[in-house]
């Protein structure tokens, strides 16, 4: 069965100190991992899609990276703006998605 | 740019009732969607169309109706709610699979 979990549940950070957020998955043939933001009483934002192992993207203070089992997130000296839920997802066909359940970052000034 | 706009907001049910959210995207996109999302709990896909008059089940269809009679909405019918349909309801859309698809803001939807 085709599954994606993210750790941790949540993250506390103080400004400036970096982390990484952890999206394994268990999925035959990958097709596509993409990343989302979630501000409370919105929609997920997009953020990167990744299509194989080795790849990265950059934007801002934000760098994912992808495997062959997992992918990660990783926030460089993150600022309180930076706050939000980061929601993983991958490609299991043509048209269908499977999300993770969300890593929550708080970032205290 | 509106992207993909829900409405209503909020609604609160009674249990045997039913209502369909409204989900409306004017960037011309084939691929739409409809999920829930739940405390705890990845999006999970209801419903979703790759194009007018094409729809298809997803994960957790029981409950629910779509129709896709227009490019541009996407309307989910709740047919007789229940206590287990309370949750944020979010539609989707994207220029077709493997792309980044567009959310809306939600429709939160309470069901006593």
């Known amino acids: 069965e085709d599954q994606v979990t993210q750790s941790p549940e949540a993250l506390r950070l103080q400004e400036g100190e970096s982390s990484s957020l952890n999206c394994s998955y268990t999925?035959?043939?990958?097709?596509?991992l993409f990343w989302y933001r979630q501000d409370p009483g919105k929609g997920p934002e997009f953020l990167f899609t990744?299509?194989?192992a080795g790849e990265e993207k950059e934007k801002e203070r934000l760098k994912a990276t992808l495997t062959k089992k997992e992918s990660f997130l990783h926030i460089t000296a993150p600022k309180p703006e930076d706050s939000a839920t980061y929601l993983c997802?991958?490609?299991?066909?043509?048209?269908?998605?499977?999300f993770g359940a969300g890593t929550t970052v708080t970032v205290r000034a | 740019n509106a992207g993909v706009t829900q409405t209503p907001k909020f609604q609160v049910l009674k249990t045997g009732q039913s209502m369909t959210l409204q989900c409306a995207q004017d960037?011309?996109?084939?691929?739409m969607s409809w999920y829930r999302q739940d405390p705890g709990m990845g999006l999970r896909l209801i419903h979703y169309?790759?194009?007018?008059?094409?729809?298809d089940q997803g994960e957790v269809p029981n409950g629910y109706n779509v129709s896709r009679s227009t490019t541009e909405d996407f309307p989910l019918r709740l047919l007789s709610a229940a206590p287990s349909q309370t949750s944020v309801y979010f539609c989707?859309?994207?220029?077709?699979?493997?792309?980044?698809?567009?959310f809306g803001d939600g429709t939160r939807l309470s069901i006593l």
């Open positions: 990744l299509y194989s």
């Open positions: 960037m011309n996109h084939e691929y």
């Open positions: 989707a859309s994207s220029i077709g699979g493997y792309q980044p698809q567009h």
């Open positions: 169309s790759v194009g007018a008059g094409i729809t």
């Open positions: 999925v035959s043939g990958l097709r596509g």
């Open positions: 997802a991958v490609q299991i066909d043509d048209y269908k998605l499977s």
